[in-house]
């Protein structure tokens, strides 16, 4: 399940003390960038994934669907289904699926429908720069986990400075691993229906259902 566990670095964006500070110019972008994303009613979001150091060397493509309280995420060979009461994750390679009861507001939950709200609970926050990448102007957003015990130092978020959208964001582990996510498209208000975020046995012939509820 270790690809499982990248997917959900992705979510929980996280967790370590350093300068105790919540920047007023980053609080600012985060708010504005938090405030577009929770007016829309779903979203779809491919992205690139990347870690290196600490041991780690992977990258990945993915794809990312939520709408309201529920969440369909991809990457490397596991696809997971929320439909904001039970989550099932899908192993390809072993045409396998773990079903288990899901609570969002569970501490210990990572939460796709959660991440443009993170970091409100729990970090500092400071404007690092103004930097461009591909005719975009972002604006970088250093948070630092209040946590002692996570294993993360530092994440760093750059927010498109015209639109508020998260283009990319970098997780720094204190082992020295980096991990990366880059949007690479993004959709928003897409029609999807209810269906869509839920597993389907009946399309993974001889699937084989591990419940844990």
């Known amino acids: 399940m270790r690809k499982l566990t990248f997917i959900w670095s992705l979510v929980v964006v996280l967790t ?3 300068m105790a500070q919540k920047d007023k ?3 600012t972008i985060l708010d504005a960038m938090s405030k577009k994303y929770q007016a ?13 150091g600490g041991g780690a060397k992977d990258s990945y493509k ?6 309201n309280d529920k969440f369909r995420l991809v990457l490397g060979g596991q696809e ?17 699926v773990n079903v288990q009861d899901y609570d969002a507001s569970a501490t210990s939950e990572l939460n796709p429908t959660q991440i443009y709200t993170i970091y409100k609970r729990g970090f500092d926050y400071r404007f690092l720069k103004e930097q461009k990448q591909g005719g975009r102007t972002l ?5 630092t986990p209040n946590r002692k015990k996570s294993p993360i130092a530092t994440v760093q978020i750059s927010v498109d400075k015209a639109d508020k959208s998260v283009r990319n964001w970098e ?8 991990t990366t996510y880059s949007i690479t498209k993004f959709t928003p208000n897409v029609n999807v229906p209810d269906s869509y975020f839920v597993f389907d046995k009946a ?10 509820r």
Request: proline share 3%; glycine share 6%; net charge neutral.
């Open 16 to 18: 370590v003390p350093a």
């Open 25 to 27: 110019r980053a609080q």
């Open 40 to 52: 829309l009613k779903s979203y779809q979001a491919s992205f690139t994934y990347a870690s290196v």
């Open 62 to 67: 993915g794809d990312l669907t939520v709408k």
């Open 80 to 96: 997971v289904f929320t439909d904001g009461k039970t989550m099932s994750t899908y192993v390809k390679e072993t045409n396998e």
């Open 139 to 143: 604006e970088v957003i250093e948070l």
């Open 171 to 178: 997780i720094i582990n204190k082992d020295g691993k980096r």
């Open 203 to 212: 399309r993974h012939p001889g699937v084989e259902v591990v419940d844990l």
